[in-house]
């Protein structure tokens, strides 16, 4: 599937991940490789990028107009879903994830797919973290919450101590840009962003490349068609962990 107007989708079920995150699993797959997007559009309110957890879900967050309308959806309501877009994660070899809250779903194909070796996960608390089982059964996993209640007590980005960087070809990254950004200080600093690849969330409209709302400074990529997965060497004097635009255009910071 890959259609320029939303094809219609019936949500079968409806998973409570944590407090704050849901699954929302639909009756029809879509064939896509790991971090690749679709636009999902909420009837009567907006049409967002999401990330696919599995060919036929997404995981949510509540955090606006459209995910609050999703949260208010049930079973045997229906969606519409356009895509996949994008460009996704491109790995082999050994890899390490490093997922930040909701940002661990992109990252859960790659899991099951057997293509991740390790996964550095984080949450604000334990309550939040999200798809453990799932991620311990295919990989090995460390976890890190911000007030100590799992793992060890504080941000995922220092679990990165506790492994081996040039034990990696590559290390994909999924989370709050803040976080993701303070990942590529490091691998700035360990002189391997190269290896890096990070996934970046902007406002979207079209997600075909033509509106140009999700082009980043000061290259002019398209978060849509370039992204939504990019080398950290590319994201290196970048706006990337410095500010994004909102729907008028205008910067704000991340």
């Given at each position: 599937m890959h259609e320029q107007?939303?094809?219609g989708v019936m949500i079968t079920e409806i998973v409570e991940e944590t407090p704050s995150i849901r699954t929302f699993v639909f009756d029809r797959k879509i064939a896509a490789r790991p971090g690749q997007f679709v636009m999902v559009w909420v009837p009567g309110v907006?049409?967002?990028p999401m990330g696919l957890s599995s060919p036929s879900s997404i995981t949510v967050q509540k955090v606006g107009d459209a995910t609050a309308a999703l949260f208010a959806m049930h079973e045997g309501d229906r969606i519409g879903i356009r895509g996949p877009y994008g460009n996704g994660f491109s790995v082999s070899g050994r890899t390490l994830a490093i997922g930040g809250g909701v940002g661990a779903s992109p990252l859960l194909p790659l899991v099951a797919a057997g293509q991740v070796d390790t996964f550095l996960l984080?949450?604000?608390?334990?309550?939040?973290?999200?798809f453990t089982d799932r991620i311990r059964g295919a990989a090995a996993l460390m976890i890190a919450t911000?007030?100590?209640t799992a793992g060890h007590h504080g941000f995922v980005t220092?679990?990165?101590s506790r492994v081996d960087l040039a034990d990696f070809d590559h290390i994909c990254i999924c989370g709050p840009e803040v976080m993701m950004a303070?990942?590529?200080a490091i691998l700035d600093r360990e002189g391997c962003t190269e290896r890096g690849q990070f996934s970046i969330n902007r406002y979207m409209k079209c997600g075909v490349g033509l509106c140009g709302s999700c082009c980043t400074d000061p290259h002019g990529l398209r978060v849509c068609r370039d992204g939504p997965v990019f080398s950290g060497d590319v994201l290196l004097d970048s706006e990337f962990g410095h500010y994004a635009r909102d729907a008028s255009g205008s910067r704000r910071r991340v």
């Open positions: 107007m939303p094809a907006d049409e967002i984080g949450a604000r608390t334990a309550s939040e973290l999200l911000d007030d100590g220092e679990l990165i303070a990942v590529l």
